[in-house]
């Protein structure tokens, strides 16, 4: 069975840190792209980063480019949102993400909330 499961959320103030871990499990990890998003009340949930299988390629959103880097270790089957200068408009529930045998796949999520 595909799991997902995320840590590393937790309060911050602006300006401040936090590392965000995926582990992976059910599937070829190192086979498939990797991607975090993330969701306020009320709103869609919206893509923040993408990783290729590789680790290569790397996408972001706008609103986090430049602060926000995401990698992962296919040995460990982990991806890593590092998530540095937060801004109280990061405060969101972060998911990690695939798409495995046509289907889309998601953890349980990771509250991060920025202020102060």
């Known amino acids: 069975q595909v799991q997902l499961v995320e840590s590393g959320g937790g309060l911050v103030q602006p300006g401040g840190s936090l590392r965000l871990s995926c582990a992976a499990s059910?599937?070829?990890?190192?086979?498939?792209?990797m991607d975090w998003y993330r969701q306020s009340p009320g709103k869609e949930r919206d893509l923040v980063a993408t990783?290729?299988?590789?680790?290569?390629?790397?996408q972001y959103a706008d609103s986090v480019k430049g602060r926000f880097t995401i990698s992962r270790d296919n040995a460990k089957n982990t991806v890593y949102l590092q998530m540095n200068s937060l801004k109280p408009e990061d405060t969101a529930v972060y998911y990690c993400?695939?798409?495995?045998?046509?289907?889309?796949?998601w953890g349980q999520g990771t509250q991060v909330t920025v202020s102060s």
């Open positions: 990783i290729r299988s590789t680790g290569r390629f790397t």
């Open positions: 059910g599937f070829t990890f190192q086979y498939y792209a």
């Open positions: 993400s695939t798409t495995n045998a046509g289907s889309r796949y």
